[in-house]
Structures are given as structure tokens and as C-alpha cells.
């Protein structure tokens, strides 16, 4: 089956004559005895239907969680005291901060450059944890990670961080990685309307040990979000299809202008960083001059979206003039007429 289909049929249930075509959104907290499900912290027939959908796009088995950060933590919150963690430089800020609290509990990290492969499976051949983000938020830096799987397999546990790539663009599990994490919130749930992650483990296992971590420290996900996510996955190729086409347009016009110094565009995807011209004040100006991109942060919604991604504290390494746009559904043309009126000043 392809995965365009996978996301449109997975998660249905048996289809039995009188049976609903979707998933409910099941808002109970307990559950009769005697069933597989117990209790709310357990599991919910809703969760069920986004995993099953998820983890078989994805290759693996999948276990949602209250967010992406919430995903992230129940992950690194396997490696014990002691352990090593190496990431990239240009991790997701989010990631990065985890990574420097996790020091509290005695596990230290290192940050790489991901797009070296061989610094890279240097620098993780004695880690516990190699984890990757690719593309990266928001310098768009790409890892390949199959070679870098390639040159550290048998070593350290591998996870991608494939929010940008959704399993549509990226499956990271055939590519020799342990684990895929996501922001659901993002491009999988597609709308700006829920804070949502996943995990997707190749061994079953490990899914069931971030299944007892989400039971007993309890970051679980409400079953309206999930529902809304699956919803949103319904949909994910047609989105991502109408996007990608977009930003490689609006990609290739934004080289092109004279307001922009550099544009971080890996050839694919939904998002295009790119550097104006005058630094931060210059940046702030054109996000504030938009009127039909939204100027907010977060990314992979209907809505385009920018924002200047230094503006955060932890950003401090993303060029001052550094703009992240995500591109939505509206149409190129009022899109781009948007930016480049904003970008010119009119
Ligand atoms: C947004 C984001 C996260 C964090 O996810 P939340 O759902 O906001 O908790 C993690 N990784 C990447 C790449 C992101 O863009």
C-alpha cells in the first residue's frame, strides 16, 4: 500500500456493517474491566487509531504523546546517569534546552554538526544516544542519515527528529535509525490547532518502555487532539504536495530578490529560512509588514507563517536576519506577492 493511502484507510477498524468510517474520540477516563485498556494513562481507543496510522507510516510502532517536547524528554529520560548524548548544533531550540537540564541528572551531551558525516559517527561512537533533526529547525541543515547510521550501527541508540520531512518525505527507521519523533503539532496534525508528539520505534520494546514512561510520569495526550491530528493526517500528502510546490517557488523568487542575502532552502520540504538584508531590525520589519502570512511562530499549518527565529532566547546562533517561513495552502501568487511587498517596503 502507499503511504498516501496508508494515511487515508489505517485506523478505521474492522468496518463491520452499521460500524462509523472514523475513529471516535473516545472521552472516557476509565474502562470496563477485564479489557486490554484499563484507564486513561493507559491507553484510549483514539490514541490507538493515530498510532496504528502513525507506526505504519512511519515503519514502526508508534506511542503519541502530550507534545513534540513531551516525546523528546520520554526518549532522552531512557538514558541513564552517566550517559552521553550527541546532537546537532543546529537541534531544535526546544531540544537543545532539554539537552543542557538533562546535565542535572548526570547525562552530559555533545553538539556536532550534523551535516559531517564523519565528525558526526566520530563523535557518537561513544554515546548512548546519536540524535539527529533533519531537516534542522531553522538553519534547514540536512544530515544523511544513512550514512551516518551506517557508520555507527551496533553503537548508540539512534533517533531522528523528522518533523520537517514527515514520514511522506523521510522514513527514518529504513534508513537505519531506532527511533522517528515528532512534533504532531506540526506538519502530521497540519492545522494549528493542537500540541501533539509521536514516537516511532522499530523495536517494539523500546515502544512499549516510552508507553510505561508516558503511564507513570503522565504526559498523555487528550483524545480531541489526537482525533484532530488524524484528521490532519487524512489529508498530510495532498497538504504537503500543495506546500512543498509552493516554497520551492517561493524559494526560488526569494534568491532572486534584492532584500535577501541568503536563502536556506534544501530543495524539498515546506520551509524556506532565509536572510534579509539589515540584520534583525530589517527582519522584524518585513514580519511586521506582512498581511496575509501570518507572523507568528510554530510552522507546517494550513496558514503560512513566519517569524525571526533570533528574536528567542537559546536562538542566539541564527543570524540576526534570519526569517523562517512555512508555507501553507494560499495561493503562490498572494503569497508571494505578500512577502516581496513586505520584503520591498511597499
Ligand atoms: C516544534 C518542534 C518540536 C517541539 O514540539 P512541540 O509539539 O511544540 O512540543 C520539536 N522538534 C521540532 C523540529 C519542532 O519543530
Not at 23 to 47: C, E, L, M, Q
Request: proline share 4%; glycine share 12%; charged share 20%.
Amino acid at each position: 500500500m502507499h503511504r498516501e493511502t496508508a494515511a487515508v484507510t489505517l485506523g478505521r477498524g474492522p468496518g463491520a456493517p452499521g460500524d462509523p468510517v472514523n475513529a471516535g474520540v473516545t472521552f472516557s477516563s476509565t474502562f470496563h474491566a477485564g479489557g486490554d485498556i484499563v484507564y486513561g494513562r493507559n491507553s484510549n481507543p483514539t490514541w490507538e487509531a493515530f498510532e496504528d496510522t502513525v507506526g505504519a507510516l512511519e515503519g514502526g510502532s508508534a506511542v503519541s504523546f502530550a507534545s513534540g517536547m513531551a516525546a523528546i524528554d520520554a526518549i532522552l529520560d531512557l538514558v541513564d546517569s552517566g550517559g552521553m548524548v550527541v546532537a546537532p548544533a543546529g537541534a531544535y531550540y526546544g531540544t537543545r534546552r532539554l539537552l543542557g537540564a538533562l546535565g542535572r541528572r548526570g547525562v552530559a551531551h555533545q553538539l556536532v554538526d550534523v551535516t559531517d558525516t564523519a565528525a558526526t559517527v566520530d563523535a557518537a561512537r561513544n554515546a548512548d544516544v546519536l540524535w539527529l533533526e533533519s531537516p534542522t529547525n531553522p538553519m534547514m541543515e540536512v544530515c544523511d542519515i544513512a550514512a551516518v547510521c551506517g557508520g555507527v550501527s551496533g553503537g548508540p541508540l539512534i533517533v531522528v527528529d523528522n518533523t520537517f520531512a514527515t514520514p511522506m518525505r523521510q522514513r527514518p527507521l529504513e534508513l537505519g535509525a531506532d527511533v522517528s519523533v515528532h512534533s504532531a503539532t506540526k506538519l502530521l496534525a497540519g492545522h494549528s490547532d493542537v500540541l501533539l508528539g509521536v514516537a516511532v520505534c522499530a523495536d517494539a520494546a523500546r515502544a512499549d518502555a516510552l508507553r510505561e514512561h508516558r503511564n507513570v510520569h503522565g504526559a498523555v495526550p487528550g483524545p480531541m487532539e489526537v482525533f484532530l491530528a488524524l484528521r490532519g493526517v487524512r489529508t498530510l500528502a495532498v497538504r504537503l504536495d500543495r506546500s512543498e510546490a509552493s516554497a520551492r517557488v517561493m524559494a526560488e523568487r526569494l534568491e532572486g530578490h534584492v532584500a535577501v542575502e541568503r536563502v536556506r532552502y534544501p530543495g524539498w520540504g515546506t520551509v524556506v529560512s532565509f536572510e534579509v538584508a539589515g540584520g534583525a531590525t530589517a527582519a522584524e520589519a518585513v514580519c511586521d509588514a506582512v498581511c496575509l502570512v501570518v507572523h507568528g511562530t510554530s510552522l507546517g499549518g494550513v496558514e503560512s507563517l513566519i517569524e525571526r527565529r533570533n528574536r528567542w532566547t537559546g536562538e542566539e546562533d541564527t543570524p540576526e536576519g534570519l526569517i523562517r517561513l512555512s508555507v501553507g495552502l494560499e495561493h503562490v501568487e498572494d503569497l508571494w506577492a505578500d512577502l516581496d511587498a513586505a520584503l520591498s517596503g511597499r
